[in-house]
């Protein structure tokens, strides 16, 4: 009977365990707040640049607004809270599209709570 377990499955594939390796280590700088290492990352990511190509454009990206990245990964803020109140609104507009009129959509969202 074959092993199926997910380290079996890396180890089978240089690039994939590669890519997770690379994939974790940036999960824990997020999770840890260690903005500090992006660099470090970035410089990582870039020498494995012909078997990652779509984690290295990823890379690329990050480099493109540098700092804005590195304060997110290193600042306790987080604009999560205010993301899921324009969710739930986004949510209430697309319900009540064509159905009434401004004045009753003000009204749910106000109620909404």
């Not at 594939?13 to 997020?30: G, S, V, W």
């Amino acid at each position: 009977m074959a092993d199926h377990r997910p380290i079996d499955r890396l180890a089978r594939c240089p690039a994939l365990a590669t890519a997770a390796a690379h994939i974790r280590a940036f999960t824990e700088m997020m999770t840890s707040r260690t903005g500090h290492q992006l660099d470090d990352w970035i410089a990582a990511v870039a020498a494995d640049d012909d078997s990652l190509p779509h984690l290295t454009a990823f890379a690329k990206g990050l480099r493109c607004d540098h700092a804005a990245v590195t304060k997110g990964l290193t600042l306790p803020y987080s604009s999560g809270p205010i993301e899921g109140i324009f969710n739930k609104n986004k949510f209430l507009k697309r319900q009540m599209f064509g159905r009434a009129n401004l004045d009753l959509l003000r009204i749910r969202v106000l109620h909404s709570n």
